[in-house]
């Protein structure tokens, strides 16, 4: 902007009004990623809004992992929020792995209120994904059949028929 004249002096500003003016003069005054931020915001009433259509754009942009832009908006929001970051296996036997979690301090909030307690956050949230981990497995182990119901009840059977079944319909 240091060889410009100022907005307010050009012509073409003196008629503008309201959220018209604010686009004309961001567009006039910014480019690029500062641009698109201003352009966002005119639009918006709320400084929480503002915030996550800021952090949207430097996703767009590359400037913001979508893990971190996730985990600030649930923050931002005071939603409780949980993902898995990293989950390794080991090759030489798949049975053994781990993964690595990450959380808010609303989500550990909601596990508290849910009756989960433990000596740091860390251990709060150990002990809800033991118990999710044991509902997957009651789940399966629910799921199994032991080959005592009719394996067929849900598949549907195909069968063409030759020539010679066709001329016998």
């Given at each position: ?23 004309a ?30 952090m ?63 000596e740091?956050?860390?251990s ?15 789940q ?30």
């Open positions: 902007m240091a060889n410009k004249i100022p907005f307010w002096m050009l012509p073409a500003s003196w008629g503008l009004v309201g959220k018209s003016k604010l686009r003069k961001a567009e006039y005054e910014l480019t690029g990623v500062a641009l698109s931020k201003e352009l966002a915001r005119i639009d918006i009433d709320n400084d929480i809004d503002a915030q996550v259509s800021d949207d754009i430097d996703v767009a942009n590359g400037n913001m992992s979508q893990s971190v832009r996730d985990k600030a908006v649930a923050g931002l929001k005071k939603e409780p929020w949980v993902e898995v970051k990293h989950m390794q296996v080991n090759p030489e036997d798949v049975k053994q792995g781990y993964m690595e979690l990450d959380w808010n301090e609303e989500f550990v909030a909601m596990l508290h209120a849910q009756g989960y307690t433990g740091s956050d860390e709060v949230v150990n002990k809800w994904f033991n118990d999710i981990c044991r509902t997957v497995l009651l399966e182990n629910a799921d199994m059949d032991f080959g005592l119901q009719d394996a067929d009840s849900d598949v549907i059977k195909v069968r063409n028929k030759s020539k010679t079944d066709r001329l016998d319909d």
